[in-house]
């Protein structure tokens, strides 16, 4: 029986495989064991010496966060992710980027004086 990953990257500074998935409609519980069983075959046979475990990514159009809680990706090394259907208002996805942005920098400015305070 064959199967097929719908995308696979590697990820140069996790050194891992990522390994993603595409579904229509909401998320659904056996898409777990789908990507568990592609992640069980990337870490068997096409994982270098000296990378990291791959990591699953599933892209679906909804997703309920208690329900993906309880199945418990994370330790597996899945997560989930929804995609939009209908793009936001420009405004709105303006916003978003510049907020993002911000996200960015405060984690730069953080690292950077996490850095400074061990040097010292």
């Known amino acids: 029986r064959d199967y097929y990953i719908d995308l696979l ?17 909401e998320f659904e519980a056996a898409y777990k064991g789908q990507m568990e069983l ?16 791959p990591i ?12 993906i809680e309880l199945m418990n990706l994370e330790k597996d090394n899945i997560k989930v992710s929804e995609y939009l259907l209908i793009l936001p ?10 907020r993002s942005i911000e996200i960015a920098k405060n984690k730069i400015d ?11």
């Open 38 to 53: 592609y992640l069980s075959y990337l870490d068997k046979y096409e994982k270098a010496e000296g990378e990291n475990p």
């Open 89 to 98: 208002d420009k405004k709105v996805l303006l916003e978003k980027l510049h």
């Open 110 to 120: 953080y690292k950077n004086e996490m850095q400074d305070q061990n040097l010292s």
């Open 9 to 25: 990257f590697y990820h140069r500074k996790l050194k891992s495989l990522v390994a993603i998935e595409l579904k229509l409609g």
């Open 56 to 67: 699953g990514l599933i892209l679906c159009s909804g997703k309920n966060s208690e329900h």
